[in-house]
């Protein structure tokens, strides 16, 4: 199994930043992509950004130039840096590991339980 953890949600007024990190475990040997999704009070679930093994970044429009993506291949981890925040960028954010293979030679998709961001106006 493959288990996601992500922390560094909070509090922050507008126009503030915060970093999110995210850290997934297991018999993990590789993992192809690693996203961040955010989930709105009332609303469906939604892209915000995802990286590949390989470097490749994608971004939605509304965060783009103001959030960054970085991971650690090694450490199996990802970043989520977010600066110029926006009350309706408030929601919970969730981690996902995309097609992740195990030393057993299985696969998973893989989220984490999510992490409260609330931007205060």
């Known amino acids: 199994q493959v288990h996601v953890v992500e922390s560094g949600g909070g509090l922050v007024q507008a126009g503030g930043s915060l970093r999110l990190s995210c850290a997934a475990s297991g018999s993990i040997f590789s993992i192809n ?3 961040w999704y955010r989930q709105a009070p009332g609303k469906q679930r939604e892209f915000v950004a995802r990286m590949s093994s390989g470097g490749s970044t994608y971004y939605a429009d509304s965060v783009k130039g103001r959030f960054t993506i970085s991971r650690d ?6 970043y989520l840096q977010m600066n ?3 009350p ?3 929601a919970v954010y969730y981690c ?7 030393l057993d030679f299985h696969e998973y ?3 984490g ?8 106006s």
């Not at 291949?73 to 990802?78: G, I, L, R, V």
């Open 84 to 86: 110029s925040l926006k």
């Open 96 to 102: 996902n590991a995309e097609r992740v293979r195990t």
């Open 33 to 35: 992509y690693m996203g």
């Open 73 to 78: 291949n090694a450490k199996n981890t990802a």
């Open 113 to 120: 339980q999510g992490t409260q961001v609330t931007v205060s």
């Open 88 to 90: 309706e960028d408030t």
């Open 109 to 111: 998709d893989s989220w």
